[in-house]
């Protein structure tokens, strides 16, 4: 298994509070990405990064921002959480894009419930 | 634009039944393709991808998928589905980039 890791893993948090989820890789993988899952939805995208400090949107961005100040490390931020953000949040990695080599893993996941 | 499709939400099948589950994208060219699979609370679990070459791939606990160029299909199939085989499936194409289209999964019940 790849390793990637995520916390918390739950959390339960107030409409308003901001609140920041961590992904934590050891593979040392160029790209991060940040998906959050809804029924009937599948994954959808929220951020990615393509190495530190590069971070661009994806198709759900608006709400959350990102960091990636260290390779491992890629910080999901809800500045002011919304009941609409409660979700189940994966966080992926890939060596790269483009290539064979693409294939996504995928970490625990984060069950965020907005009150 | 790209798109994934599985029409299949959920689909239920008995012990040692065979299993087929559907995937249809609309992309211009071959994408790269995956399935996925995630067992309950659980992250995502990758089953086998196509890139190129051979169309029917092989991947891990006895899946395949056959890649059909004219149907836009890649789906999902094992011979003799097992009662831990019980998860949701995703099937997802990416461009070759960093971007990846999930389909919206299937849900697979297995009857003891």
């Known amino acids: 298994d790849a390793g990637i890791t995520q916390s918390p893993r739950h959390k339960v948090t107030e409409t308003g509070t901001p609140v920041t989820l961590r992904c934590h890789q050891t593979e040392n993988h160029r790209y991060m990405y940040w998906y959050r899952q809804d029924p009937g939805h599948g994954l959808r995208l929220i951020h990615y990064?393509?190495?530190?400090?590069?971070?661009d949107k994806g198709e759900v961005s608006d709400g959350y921002s990102v960091s990636r100040s260290k390779t491992e490390d890629f910080l999901l931020t809800l500045e002011s959480a919304t009941s609409s953000q409660t979700s189940v949040y994966f966080c992926a990695i890939s060596a790269t894009a483009g290539t064979d080599l693409n294939e996504q893993f995928f970490g625990p996941g984060t069950r965020l419930t907005v009150l | 634009a790209q798109s994934v499709t599985q029409p299949d939400i959920h689909i239920t099948v008995s012990e040692g039944a065979s299993l087929e589950l559907r995937c249809n994208y609309s992309y211009g060219a071959t994408p790269y393709l995956f399935w996925y699979v995630q067992s309950p609370g659980q992250g995502l679990q990758l089953l086998l991808k196509?890139?190129?070459?051979?169309?029917l791939v092989q991947g891990i606990k006895g899946f395949e998928a056959e890649f059909k160029r004219s149907q836009s299909s890649f789906n999902l199939r094992k011979p003799s589905v097992h009662w831990s085989d019980a998860a949701e499936y995703f099937c997802?194409?990416?461009?070759?980039?960093?971007?990846?289209?999930f389909g919206t999964g299937t849900r697979l019940k297995v009857l003891a």
């Open positions: 997802a194409v990416s461009p070759g980039t960093y971007k990846y289209i």
């Open positions: 196509y890139f190129s070459g051979d169309t």
């Open positions: 990064s393509y190495g530190v400090k590069d971070t």
